[in-house]
C-alpha cells in the first residue's frame, strides 16, 4: 500500500551524489575597486629624527625638574626617551649641549604662548589678570625652575650658567616688551605701564620662590586677587591725577 504523504527531503545527500558548488563571484582587481588601500605615509629621516630629539629634550626637562641640574645622568635620559644612548650622543654629544638645548627649547615655547597672549589681551578687557596668568604659567613651570637650578650649581658650570642666563634673559626681556605694549594699547601711559608690569612680575615670582619653602595655593590665590585690587585702585587714582590736555 502506497504512501500518500509526499517524502520529506532530506538534508543528507545520497550516497553518489556531489553537491553543485555556488558559482564564484568574480574577483574585483584592484583598479575595478572604487576604495582604493589607505597606507600609512612613511615618515622621513628628517622626521624621525625630529621626534627622537623631541623625546629627548621632553626626558632631560622632567628629569632636571625632578632631580635638579646637578642629579641629571644622561643615561637616565636616554631610557626615560625610550631610546639608545647612541641616539643621545648624535644628537647631544655632551651634557653641556643636551642642558643648553633644553632650555633654548623650553624658552621658545615660552616665547611663542606668552606674545600671543599679550596679543590676545589688547582686546581681552582684563590685562593685567592676562600678565598674572602668564606669569604663574612661567615662574611655576618648567622654564624659571631649570634655570633657577642650573644658576644655582656650582663654579664648574660657569660657562654652561653664563649662555643658559644669556639665554633667558632674552627671552624674559622680549617678553615683557610685548606685555608692556599691551599695557600701553589699553590706556595707560608708558611709565604707569612699566611700574605696574614690573610690580605684578615681582610679586608672582616671589611667591614662586616661596614655594620652596611653603606652598600654600589658597594664600596665594587671595593675596593675588588682593593685588589685583591694589593696582586697579592705583592705576585708576594715578590716571585721574593726570592734567587734562586743553582743547
Known amino acids: 500500500m502506497s504512501n500518500t504523504k509526499d517524502p520529506k527531503p532530506t538534508s543528507r545527500l545520497s550516497r553518489g551524489m556531489l553537491a553543485v558548488p555556488p558559482p564564484r563571484q568574480k574577483l574585483r582587481s584592484r583598479r575595478e575597486s572604487s576604495a582604493e588601500p589607505k597606507y600609512a605615509p612613511r615618515r622621513t629621516q628628517a622626521e624621525r629624527s625630529e621626534t627622537t630629539r623631541k623625546l629627548l629634550l621632553d626626558a632631560a626637562t622632567k628629569l632636571i625638574r625632578r632631580n635638579g641640574f646637578g642629579g641629571l645622568r644622561t643615561i637616565e635620559v636616554a631610557e626615560l626617551a625610550g631610546v639608545s644612548?647612541?641616539?643621545?650622543?648624535?644628537?647631544?654629544?655632551?651634557?653641556?649641549?643636551?642642558?643648553?638645548?633644553?632650555?633654548?627649547?623650553?624658552?621658545?615655547?615660552?616665547?611663542?604662548?606668552?606674545?600671543?597672549?599679550?596679543?590676545?589681551?589688547?582686546?581681552?578687557?582684563?590685562?593685567?589678570?592676562?600678565?598674572?596668568?602668564?606669569?604663574m604659567d612661567f615662574f611655576f613651570g618648567d622654564p624659571f625652575f631649570i634655570g633657577l637650578a642650573i644658576a644655582m650649581s656650582d663654579e664648574s658650570t660657569r660657562r654652561l650658567r653664563r649662555e643658559t642666563s644669556e639665554l633667558t634673559r632674552q627671552t624674559?626681556?622680549?617678553?615683557?616688551?610685548?606685555w608692556l605694549d599691551t599695557l600701553?594699547?589699553?590706556?595707560?601711559?608708558?611709565?604707569?605701564?612699566g611700574d605696574v608690569l614690573a610690580l605684578t612680575l615681582s610679586v608672582v615670582r616671589g611667591f614662586s620662590v616661596r614655594t620652596l619653602l611653603e606652598n600654600d595655593p589658597e594664600q596665594f590665590s587671595r593675596l593675588m586677587s588682593l593685588w589685583r585690587t591694589i593696582v586697579g585702585e592705583y592705576i585708576a587714582a594715578s590716571i585721574s591725577r593726570r592734567p587734562r590736555k586743553r582743547t
Do not use: C, W
Not at 600701553?184 to 605701564?193: E, H, T
Open 85 to 135: 644612548r647612541g641616539a643621545l650622543l648624535h644628537h647631544f654629544p655632551s651634557k653641556h649641549d643636551l642642558v643648553v638645548a633644553v632650555l633654548t627649547y623650553v624658552n621658545e615655547m615660552t616665547f611663542a604662548q606668552s606674545t600671543r597672549r599679550a596679543q590676545l589681551a589688547r582686546s581681552s578687557g582684563d590685562p593685567i589678570g592676562d600678565i598674572i596668568e602668564d606669569a
Open 172 to 178: 624674559r626681556f622680549s617678553i615683557e616688551a610685548a
Open 184 to 193: 600701553i594699547s589699553s590706556g595707560l601711559p608708558r611709565q604707569l605701564a
